[in-house]
């Protein structure tokens, strides 16, 4: 073999593993910009309860918090206010949407749904999480089963100045869930 033909051979193995290279990094990055944007979902909300709402069709439940139940099993949560029952799950309802309002919501979805089938995140007005606004307003609680403590700190101000529920008697709305599936 001549000698330009070995340069040519060598310049053509060096400009396809160039290639290759550049072929291999655009499909990386497009994998990481295609799964970036599947696990977030943004508009206007439609509220469901004190942990749940749905964007776009979508039910999306807060991960790692329980707010009292609106509606579960035919029965509404109720808690007691100066001796007062009053529904608890409706007023953590109605505080989420006062809050959301005509916002537009930015949610980060997790990988995998709940038993029901919901996408679990954390949603956010600009850059504020409405999970932490409920623990931290005492409208809804930390879980830890889910949470890993992510909102104990957030519950423990609420618990300290008596916010939201933490002024009232209240169920831990995972007890008060489980109460209600065992008198069925």
Do not use: H
Not at 3 to 19: A, I, N
Not at 173 to 181: F, Q, T
Request: proline share 2%; aromatic share 12%; charged share 35%.
């Amino acid at each position: 073999m001549k000698r330009s033909e070995k340069q040519w051979m060598s310049l053509m193995k060096k400009l396809s593993l160039t290639l290759s290279r550049l072929i291999i990094i655009i499909l990386f990055s497009i994998s990481f910009s295609y799964s970036d944007e599947k696990n977030i979902i943004e508009g206007n909300a439609i509220v469901v309860d004190g942990d749940t709402i749905k964007i776009k069709g979508e039910k999306i439940r807060f991960g790692g918090i329980d707010a009292p139940e609106s509606y579960y099993k035919g029965k509404k949560q109720t808690c007691i206010e100066d001796n007062k029952k009053v529904f608890c799950g409706q007023i953590s309802k109605d505080k989420l949407i006062e809050k959301i309002g005509n916002n537009s919501l930015n949610c980060k979805i997790e990988k995998n749904k709940d038993r029901y089938k919901r996408s679990v995140g954390e949603c956010f007005i600009k850059e504020e999480s409405l999970s932490v606004f409920m623990v931290r307003n005492g409208y809804a609680f930390d879980w830890p089963r889910y949470s890993k403590g992510k909102f104990a700190n957030d519950q423990e101000y609420a618990k300290i100045n008596k916010l939201g529920f933490w002024n009232m008697k209240f169920e831990y709305p995972w007890i008060w869930k489980k109460k209600v599936r065992e008198k069925k």
